[in-house]
């Protein structure tokens, strides 16, 4: 287990009667990527300013790595924000009279390294060379993100705060922006996104919720994980299917920054063993992918035989299909059909109970 960047006791935050935060226990591993979510007013702007440093709590101990923040004075406190916290702001919070370049030195200039071409890096890192010289009135809100995101790298810091990070954004953007917080992440930085965007949550590691300051350990629902078992399971099937092996670093989760985390839970429910370089099917993992691939196989036949859907349709039913058929079902469907053999990708479909019986051709 990585040592632990984050830990809030008993954290609170209120505004008289107000409860912005409530009593809020959490822990963050080092190289995590957390999620929290919430509705409006649900405390996660309060949340992401305590660790920032940009805010006390009124009740509570934070320690951020190794250091307790409810235990510094405001001196100790700017050390810590310089240091070791890059923020991303929804609101941009670029100083309108700097340009893009100047504003990433600004941060500089306040960690003390006042290096243009450190900046100019960042920039580069974050695809606005071409906009270095530009005032942020003059870039769109895109790019003024993308500002921020290059400011708040400046100082490499272990943990970055993104409050909606992709909350003003279009499609292109958010997807820059995304891209730029994957690699922070690969790299090893810890991140906290607050949001209420799904497609931010489910990037993360691990998904929180807030719901009027208090703390909800949402995690992933267990469908979501279940499905990405399911696909790893398939893709290690189809692996070794073709004779390879199922190397660790091949297998892909959809919308999942760190497949260990998966992996470790696929092997913690006992679908494979302990993932090392390459994984492995347990007894029982191996019972599940066969009977998954079956059902996905068997549904393209339905589907391109049955009901005459072609490519890529059939893939794209046949995969939603899989999901919805009962596996008692399946047999039925299997004798439906007269128990084919391939797919209509031509790829063989495993055998189940029922293809003990004479074939129909
Ligand atoms: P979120 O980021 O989830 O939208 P916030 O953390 O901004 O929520 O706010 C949580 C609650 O605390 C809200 O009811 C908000 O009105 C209140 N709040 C936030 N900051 C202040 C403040 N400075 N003074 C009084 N109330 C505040």
Redesign the pocket.
């Known amino acids: 287990m990585a040592e632990r960047l984050v830990r809030m006791e008993h954290v609170s935050?209120h505004?008289?009667a107000?409860?912005?935060?409530d009593d809020v226990d959490l822990e963050i591993r080092s190289g995590e990527w957390l999620s929290v979510m919430?509705?409006?007013?649900?405390?996660?702007?309060?949340?992401?300013?305590l660790l920032g440093a940009l805010d006390r709590p009124t009740a509570g101990r934070l320690w951020v790595d190794g250091a307790e923040l409810t235990a510094m004075g405001e001196a100790e406190r700017v050390r810590f924000r310089r240091q070791k916290v890059g923020i991303i702001f929804q609101q941009f919070h670029l100083f309108p009279h700097l340009t893009a370049l100047e504003n990433v030195m600004v941060a500089q200039h306040y960690h003390s390294i006042a290096d243009e071409g450190e900046a100019m890096a960042a920039l580069v890192r974050v695809g606005l060379e071409d906009r270095a010289r530009h005032l942020p009135a003059q870039l769109s809100g895109g790019e003024q993100q993308r500002a921020c995101v290059a400011r708040a790298l400046i100082n490499q810091p272990p943990l970055i705060l993104a409050?909606e990070p992709t909350g003003n954004l279009d499609a292109e953007n958010e997807d820059k922006v995304l891209r730029l917080l994957r690699e922070l992440h690969a790299e090893g930085h810890t991140i906290v996104t607050?949001t209420h965007a799904a497609k931010v949550g489910n990037l993360a590691d691990r998904r929180v919720e807030?719901s009027h300051?208090r703390l909800a350990d949402l995690t992933v629902p267990s469908e979501e994980i279940e499905r990405r078992y399911d696909e790893v399971l398939v893709q290690m099937w189809a692996l070794e299917e073709k004779d390879k092996v199922a190397e660790t670093a091949r297998i892909k989760v959809p919308d999942v920054v760190d497949n260990q985390r998966t992996l470790q839970g696929m092997s913690e429910s006992g679908l494979i063993f302990p993932p090392c370089l390459t994984l492995e099917f347990t007894a029982r993992g191996r019972v599940r992918a066969r009977d998954l691939v079956r059902r996905r196989r068997l549904a393209e036949v339905l589907f391109s035989s049955a009901m005459h859907l072609s490519d890529p349709e059939v893939e794209v039913a046949a995969c939603r299909m899989e999901h919805i058929i009962n596996p008692e079902v399946t047999n039925s469907i299997c004798s439906f059909l007269g128990h084919p053999r391939r797919c209509p990708h031509g790829r063989p479909i495993p055998t189940g109970d029922c293809c003990e019986l004479p074939i129909v051709s």
């Open positions: 935050r505004y008289g107000l409860k912005a935060l919430g509705p409006s007013g649900s405390g996660k702007s309060t949340l992401i300013n409050d607050v807030l300051g």
